[in-house]
């Protein structure tokens, strides 16, 4: 089955909202499913379950006259004023309420995986940009494991990690902003008696990427920006002199921060040959932690990252992002 294009899934949520309807079982993303496939609107009202009907006291048939009532559907064709979809992921609460404030009337969206994001909108320049945001806890692996996942239900057109990091760099003080040009993936290598033998995989950010973020970083004033590399791995690192670290600056000392999930989410996302950068607010200096400064830190850091990822999108260009401006 093919997937819906960009702006289906979220024409079908505005016509719940405007109903008073809420979502169940999923039944926006089947009905746009259905109605790309080539299915007219009484046909795509019959995949909606009996729980949807019931929970929102509403029959099939006024259903078929909503479905009807939504602008592209009998074409399948993107609604003319969105540009693009962007999945970010975030790995913890902050991070994702952070992100979650910044949308245009967010809606809950399933994937069939179960992963549950919230769905709304950015006005960016030219265009208005779609975009879901899901918590999916830290680890590159499951930052891969989504990006795969994504890549089938929501095909989007960008993926961004937005969340904290630690510090590498004295330079940059905690809630600076660090954007990827590059992530180095620390961990690849081989342990010898004779000490760490790096393997290096670094993974570059698409050049569209990094010109947008390095304009947006010129006339950030909220914290200091930069675009610079990352380094990710496995590891959470409690001190600035432990084993990780001095394998960081030994072979990746261009790294000004490090985290958990940049690693996994640009492997996943290169291989499914799609866009993606992260956008990494300094929670610390990995030396200065302690509950109540990681408390107020973090905050503050996951909302310095979502602000300058909001800017971004609201720079942006089609070009700068969408895949199908690439094959205009």
């Known amino acids: 089955m093919k997937s819906p294009p960009n702006g289906l899934i979220r024409a ?38 009996g729980a949807f009907l019931e929970r929102n006291g509403t029959s099939r048939s006024t259903v078929d006259k909503a479905i009807s009532g939504i602008p592209g559907t009998q074409t399948g064709e993107l609604l003319p004023d969105v540009g693009g979809r962007i999945v970010v992921l975030t790995a913890i609460p902050s991070e994702y309420q952070a992100m979650v404030r910044l949308l245009e009337s967010p809606q809950r969206l399933q994937t069939g995986t179960g992963t549950r994001y919230a769905m709304g909108t950015i006005q960016g320049r030219d265009c208005l940009w779609e975009v879901a945001v899901a918590e999916i806890g830290p680890g590159n692996i499951g930052a891969a494991a989504e990006v795969a996942s994504a890549t089938t239900e929501l095909r989007p057109d960008l993926f961004l990690f937005v969340g904290i990091a630690g510090g590498l760099k004295g330079d940059l003080p905690p809630r600076s902003v660090v954007v990827s040009s590059v992530v180095h993936y620390y ?25 947008l973020a390095t304009d947006v970083a010129r006339e950030w004033k909220e914290s200091a920006a930069v675009v610079k590399p990352i380094a990710a791995g496995e590891a959470l ?92």
């Not at 309807?21 to 909606?48: F, I």
């Not at 961990?187 to 010109?211: C, V």
């Not at 932690?289 to 260009?317: C, G, I």
């Open 12 to 49: 079908v949520l505005n016509s719940w909202k405007s109903m008073g309807w809420v979502d169940v079982d999923n039944a926006a993303l089947a009905v746009a499913k259905a109605l790309h496939d080539g299915s007219d609107s009484t046909a795509a009202s019959r995949v909606v379950s």
């Open 187 to 211: 961990e690849q290598g081989r342990s010898e008696e004779s000490g760490w033998l790096a393997r290096p995989l670094s993974m570059p950010t698409r050049h569209r990427l990094t010109q």
């Open 237 to 328: 690192i409690g001190a600035s002199n432990s084993d990780t670290v001095r394998i960081i600056q030994t072979h990746y000392n261009d790294a000004v921060a490090v985290d958990m999930e940049s690693a996994g989410l640009y492997l996943a996302a290169h291989r499914a040959e799609t866009p993606v950068l992260a956008v990494r607010g300094i929670s610390d200096q990995l030396d200065d932690k302690s509950p109540e400064t990681d408390a107020r830190n973090q905050m503050f850091a996951a909302r310095n990252a979502a602000s300058f990822a909001e800017t971004l999108l609201r720079s942006a260009v089609r070009a700068d992002i969408s895949r199908r401006s690439d094959e205009a």
